[in-house]
């Protein structure tokens, strides 16, 4: 979840600590980003952070230099979770701002999500691919870190189902030629096209909302 400022994102992470159902795991400075690590009831892995201005990232030709760099999070909370702050809470505005899939492997995954869907490359790790649209950071990653060599995922908890906007129709009539050339199977209903992923992930794409 991308909070809008440092602000809301210390007084959401501050109400998070103190839900009993969470577990804070952790926090990481990733350069152009800092985010704080949760566990929420059914285990699945939040993270809560807020951007850098864009204009403070650094790249390496058309890749985003990223990091992961441990800073205190009891001074992040104490300079920015300030009383005024913590009585604004549910004034501040949210969105998702990209997710994690656990794959099988790796070029696996960059033939689908960069070669098929249409998606830059924007950094790659040890076990881990990351790809977005429009010169942001990520929209979405991918990983193999507790999943490698996995088949399909089980019909079980946790994310499997991702939503994507395009701009507009073109952009939906050319993934869809796409998912065509590669024999991926596609429920298309006109609106939005629906289609797995190589482990079973359901994937939806729709074109924006048109302005009113």
């Not at 991308?2 to 992470?13: M, Q």
């Not at 995954?109 to 691919?129: H, I, M, N, Q």
């Not at 050319?174 to 482990?199: H, I």
């Amino acid at each position: 979840m991308l909070f809008e400022d440092e602000t809301a994102l210390a007084v959401a992470v501050l109400r998070a600590a103190q839900h009993p159902a969470s577990r804070f795991v952790g926090n990481a400075d990733h350069w152009v980003s800092q985010a704080f690590y949760f566990q929420d009831p059914e285990d699945n892995g939040i993270e809560l952070y807020w951007d850098r201005p864009r204009a403070a990232w650094r790249h390496d030709g058309a890749r985003v230099q990223m990091g992961s760099d441990w800073f205190d999070p009891n001074d992040f909370l104490d300079r920015h979770a300030t009383p005024e702050a913590v009585e604004r809470a549910g004034r501040f505005d949210a969105q998702v701002g990209h997710v994690h899939l656990q794959v099988g492997d790796i070029p696996t995954a960059r033939a689908f999500y960069v070669d098929v869907l249409g998606f830059e490359l924007t950094a790659t790790y040890p076990g881990a691919l990351f790809v977005a649209a429009g010169g942001y950071h990520h929209h979405m990653a991918m990983n193999t870190w507790n999943s490698a060599g996995a088949g399909p995922r089980a019909a079980s908890l946790g994310l499997g189902q991702v939503a994507v906007t395009v701009p507009g129709a073109d952009d939906l009539g050319a993934l869809r030629d796409r998912l065509r050339a590669a024999a991926v199977p596609v429920r298309d209903d006109g609106r939005t096209l629906r289609f797995d992923d190589p482990w079973g992930s359901l994937i939806e794409v729709a074109p924006a909302a048109p302005a009113p």
